[in-house]
């Protein structure tokens, strides 16, 4: 199990500088509105990515008195020990990110994400049922780079060709031959994209309807991948039959740019019909399904973070949500107002830290 042993955090929305030794699988960060229990999160996903996990804009998570956040964590990776991993963060955008793992400066974000793989569920979570398709292909492709080793070159290769291909569209006088180089190439990776989603997505479902049954008495729920054209022909000709249109609207269309998953409950759009519970029950299962086919085909876990898990749950879910969660053997991180409305949801020889947060202060006991 992939387990954060220990986190120093300093300059990170209202935490100024805390230090936490971590020595639980299940920890529970709970205290008053505004006391610094999110911004615990947002720390431990800078760990994992370098970045906020509610939008792309840095300043915010930065305290307004430093110049920069940091963040550090010993990490125990299993049959590798500990790992140290440090992110820092500049407010002055000319100042690059530091990322260090295992005292090395390293250049890209991946290799943090490759270490520490996170699992996020927060108020933003309704978005993957209500969102736009770019918030449902990120979720695929977290699971599909977990998984495939070859997917992220291909990934970048494919948004490269893309952006050439656009940017020729867009201007004016048209090489075409040159657009069809690059027409050729995304169809390339385009078509081999296709193959890792569609194949990730028929593997993630059965778990994901297992998964489902156990925090949700739903009949009639389905969930479809859309690969971004025509399932029944193939992407070069679909860029051959759309190019005049391409070039009037000057972008590409189709493309695996435009995948998608669809959620129907029995004929409706999901999102459009399930409580707002019952939509936080789905989006559980479907992360939850994730962490398992991560540990089945990886042997790999990741770490889960659940803002305010209480919320939108009545008694019932919530224990059947932290029943899964203690089974699925997974690194937990959970935030609620009251830790009274977490109590005996866990098993009873189940450790549980709680961490009382606290005007940016934080007191633990194990
Ligand atoms: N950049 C910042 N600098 C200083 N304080 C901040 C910054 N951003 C947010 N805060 C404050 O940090 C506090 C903690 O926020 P948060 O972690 O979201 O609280 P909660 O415990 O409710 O999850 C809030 O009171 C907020 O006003
Ligand atoms: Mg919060």
Redesign the pocket.
């Known amino acids: 199990m992939v387990l954060i042993r220990r986190l120093e955090i300093a300059g990170v929305?209202?935490l100024t500088s805390v230090s936490l030794p971590l020595l639980s699988t299940i920890n529970i960060l709970y205290?008053d509105?505004?006391?610094?229990?999110?911004?615990v999160l947002e720390a431990i996903h800078l760990l994992s990515s370098a970045k906020s996990f509610r939008g792309h804009k840095l300043k915010?998570?930065?305290?307004?008195d430093m110049d920069s956040c940091v963040c550090f964590g010993e990490i125990d990776l299993p049959g590798q020990g500990f790992q140290p991993v440090g992110v820092e963060r500049f407010k002055a955008s000319s100042v690059p990110a530091v990322i260090k793992v295992a005292g090395q400066t390293v250049r890209s974000a991946s290799a943090l994400a490759e270490n520490l793989p996170l699992q996020v569920i927060c108020s933003d979570t309704f978005k993957l049922l209500e969102g736009s398709p770019a918030v449902r292909r990120q979720f695929m492709d977290w699971g599909v780079f977990h998984v495939e080793h070859q997917f992220h070159s291909i990934w970048k290769n494919a948004q490269r060709c893309l952006k050439q291909r656009n940017s020729l569209l867009r201007h004016g006088r048209l090489d075409d031959s040159e657009l069809a180089v690059w027409t050729q190439e995304l169809v390339g990776f385009g078509e081999q994209l296709d193959v890792f989603r569609k194949s990730y997505f028929d593997r993630l479902v059965p778990i994901f309807e297992e998964t489902l049954s156990r925090l949700l008495d739903i009949d009639g729920l389905s969930l479809k991948y859309y690969r971004g054209w025509d399932s029944d022909r193939s992407l070069c000709d679909v860029l051959a039959a759309n190019l005049n249109r391409d070039k009037e609207v000057t972008h590409t269309q189709a493309g695996p740019h435009r995948a998608d998953l669809k959620f129907r409950y029995r004929s409706a759009n999901a999102a459009d019909i399930l409580s707002r519970g019952q939509q936080k029950l789905v989006v559980c299962a479907l992360r939850v399904a994730q962490g398992y086919l991560l540990s089945q085909e990886k042997g790999r876990s990741c770490v889960y973070l659940i803002d305010d898990l209480p919320s939108e749950l009545d008694r019932g879910h919530r224990k059947a949500l932290c029943m899964l969660l203690e089974e699925l053997g997974c690194q937990v991180f959970v935030?609620c107002v009251d830790h009274r409305d977490l109590a005996e949801c866990w098993s009873v020889d189940m450790p549980v830290s709680m961490f009382h947060?606290e005007h940016?202060n934080i007191d633990g006991s194990f």
């Open positions: 929305r209202n205290g509105n505004g006391a610094g229990k999110t911004s915010p998570l930065i305290n307004s935030t947060v940016g």
